[in-house]
């Protein structure tokens, strides 16, 4: 008879409760747990995968120490004591020559021990943080809490009658603070449903409203809308007077994006972007879930803040069923753990990119700068790396110069499950652990309310949770004072604002906050002025725009009508995928069987003007080069393309003579996107989803299938 064990699935960004049942130490089975609040038994195809995921063949089971040039030579078996120490001399070394500075901290997309990574960092000197935060869910976050004090996530269970879906796609991937089968169970309701997208998903045959917008101008489509709803007078005028600040600046801003111009720039029909607006405004309560491809490009802020104008404008901030202001758990705050405190003021102004100033504040810098500082040592060199968790090879604009960057690198250390392109050129890897294997405080860093209890289920070898990797390095590094004997210990200091210990906590498997609406007819908002800061005094007092706006990005049919006839489409990246997370489970037979190949949405009419059918590979280029995907037809826009992100191929061979990396560089489309400025002011974001393209058929031997 198989015990089991609760836990909360971690295969994409998390927070599905999970049942995991274990027979004589090895997980046989799992499946969703239906008395989990947020899932009630929901799990993916991912979750599905976790057991194949622990037990793949291929995984990392031991440390590894590279013997000859880093990106060929040969891998050897070392012990944790021996790599550690190893490690460690290194790092302090650098530190010496170079200043602490030199040595950047690097951790992937939603891993759930980032601030144990930044706590490092800090606690060793270095203020170099890199992250996709600059790009993902942190300027939500960040802009939410200079204008509203906190992030407004969707109140599914407070039964909208009227919900936006924007910039997302939450059937597939189980954005941020939620699970799919939340909207899901919102959405058998029957409320009012307008997806914004330019792609068509499961959502768009579902809604009543589907904008279909030109990639890049969400900010734009936003602003129009708040004229309507201003023009029209559909605002909550009691909440706007007694809760907003700044309303008067805001309507002499929006009443240049009348809908007439605003289907100019966005593509998206006037009449529809009226008809949106009035339902929106006039349907209550509304609720908007917004997603991570409003920020990925210079309108990042711009796009945030009217989103956030246009919840708080209709009343639809901290009400049941609109975009709640949830309260934090009894945990320790996120900012007190990150030890930025113990930076000096000379090192805190060392920070890469550190003009883009919400970004600095968040201790996440846009890697572009890190790329700049290894290859020109501009403002100062970067000569070590430490990477949690993340693939740059795949992950970071403009893959082939993080390659010569990383190659450039005195020394790298690449923690992850597999060996990836990245791990491929580091000079040691180690084994992480999955999140069957670890004892953790999940989601302590969403902003949802509650956290979870992740229980340890199984062990692997010799692999190690990454706060473990950690706590241990840290030992060695002499900051043994700034953390815990072990991961227990480390759960205790978390939990301890609730009086709970980590054995109690996981008997009891959630934490939540008080629940209340309208918190801010007691306390106001969390912002300088105690209202909606509509105009940004905080924005205002870095030299940003204090209202929001929208600027053309630098690589369109308008901003660049010269490159229109060599490259006619517009290019967004990033679609997600049902089966993979980012760059992850490519190895999983169960889930590449379900997709063996990179896909790119092309519309049928664009495609058979060009003579292109559908399973046809097809080459995606940019003025900075080509990768090549296969076409999936979509009613998407017939001028824009949407191609899949982070794709490698583990079944393929390391060839150094090649460059050959498991064929990191065939189909990512990371290879075609741009490094260069400009960025979003406050964050740095770069241009993911607005790029000029062309696309046209491979021929013969560039052809490729699936080995797996």
Not at 79 to 89: A, G
Not at 560 to 582: C, I, K, N, Q, W
Not at 619 to 629: A, H, L, S, Y
Request: hydrophobic fraction near 40%; proline fraction near 7%.
């Amino acid at each position: 008879m198989a015990d089991y064990v609760k836990s909360v699935c971690r295969m994409c960004h998390g927070g599905c409760g999970a049942i995991v049942y274990v027979e004589n130490g090895k997980a046989v089975k799992i499946e969703g747990d239906s008395s989990h609040p947020l899932s009630k038994g929901y799990l993916c195809p991912k979750g599905l995968a976790s057991i194949e995921l622990a037990y793949h063949p291929d995984r990392l089971r031991y440390p590894l120490k590279r013997v000859g040039k880093r990106g060929e030579g040969k891998w050897i078996r070392v012990s944790w004591d021996e790599v550690l120490e190893d490690i460690s001399k290194r790092l302090l070394e650098i530190k010496e020559r170079y200043g602490a500075e030199s040595v950047v901290f690097a951790h992937g997309t939603n891993r759930e021990y980032l601030h144990m990574v930044i706590r490092l960092a800090h606690a060793f000197g270095s203020p170099n943080v890199t992250s996709p935060g600059y790009v993902c869910y942190y300027p939500r976050v960040a802009t939410s809490v200079i204008t509203c004090g906190n992030l407004p996530i969707a109140d599914y269970d407070g039964n909208p009658e009227c919900i936006m879906v924007w910039g997302c796609n939450p059937l597939d991937t189980s954005p941020d603070e939620y699970c799919a089968s939340q909207l899901s169970r919102a959405l058998k309701r029957n409320p009012k449903l307008m997806v914004v997208d330019p792609r068509e998903t499961r959502l768009t045959s579902k809604a009543n409203f589907w904008l279909k917008l030109r990639p890049g101008t969400d900010a734009a489509l936003a602003l129009g809308m708040l004229n309507v709803i201003i023009e029209k007078e559909l605002y909550d005028r009691e909440f706007v007077e007694k809760w907003t600040v700044g309303f008067d600046k805001l309507c002499e801003r929006v009443a240049s994006f009348e809908p007439e111009k605003v289907e100019r720039i966005t593509w998206v029909p006037a009449e529809t972007i009226e008809k949106a607006a009035e339902t929106y405004a006039t349907t209550k309560p509304a609720a908007i879930h917004w997603g991570v491809k409003i920020e990925q490009n210079v309108n990042c802020t711009n796009a945030i803040r009217a989103l956030l104008a246009l919840m708080a404008i209709t009343g639809n901030l901290d009400v049941k069923g609109g975009n709640m202001l949830f309260s934090p758990p009894p945990v320790v705050r996120m900012t007190d753990f990150m030890l930025k405190k113990n930076l000096s003021e000379e090192q805190k102004r060392k920070v890469l990119g550190g003009e883009h100033k919400l970004s600095a504040l968040g201790s996440t810098i846009p890697p572009m700068y890190v790329v700049k500082a290894i290859l020109e040592g501009k403002p100062y060199p970067v000569k070590a790396m430490l990477a949690f968790g993340t693939n740059p090879l795949l992950t970071w604009p403009n893959s082939k110069l993080v390659k010569e960057a990383l190659l450039k690198l005195d020394f790298l250390v690449v923690v992850d499950l597999f060996m990836t392109p990245t791990a491929e050129l580091a000079d040691y890897v180690l084994p992480a652990a999955t999140w069957l294997e670890i004892d953790d405080v999940a989601f302590y860093f969403f902003r949802a309310g509650y956290v979870m209890a992740r229980r340890k289920a199984i062990e692997v070898e010799e692999c190690r949770s990454d706060h473990k990797i950690v706590i241990e390095l840290a030992k060695y590094l002499g900051l043994r004072e700034l953390f815990w004997d072990n991961v227990e210990q480390y759960l205790d200091y978390v939990l301890y604002p609730s009086g709970m210990t980590w054995k109690e906590f996981a008997e009891k498997s959630i934490l939540n906050a008080p629940f209340n609406y309208k918190k801010y007819e007691k306390e106001g908002f969390k912002t300088p002025s105690g209202k909606v800061e509509l105009y940004s005094s905080v924005l205002e007092s870095m030299g940003f725009d204090p209202l929001p706006n929208y600027v053309e990005p630098p690589e369109t049919p308008y901003s660049r009508p010269d490159l229109v006839s060599e490259y006619p489409l517009v290019l967004t990246t990033g679609a997600r995928s049902p089966y993979f997370f980012h760059s992850e489970y490519r190895q999983l037979k169960s889930l590449r069987k379900s997709q063996p190949d990179p896909l790119v949405d092309i519309n049928p009419e664009t495609a058979k003007s060009l003579g292109i059918k559908e399973g046809d590979w097809v080459w995606i280029e940019t003025p900075r080069g080509r990768v090549k995907q296969k076409v999936r037809f979509n009613d998407i826009h017939p001028k824009v393309i949407s191609a899949q992100h982070a794709w490698w191929f583990p079944e393929e061979p390391v060839d150094p003579e090649k460059s050959g990396l498991h064929g990191c560089f065939e189909s990512n489309i990371n290879v075609v996107t741009s490094s260069d400025q400009p960025y979003d002011p406050c964050f740095g974001a770069a241009i993911f989803n607005a790029m000029l393209c062309r696309i046209y058929k491979v021929e013969g031997g560039d052809q490729r299938s699936s080995k797996i």
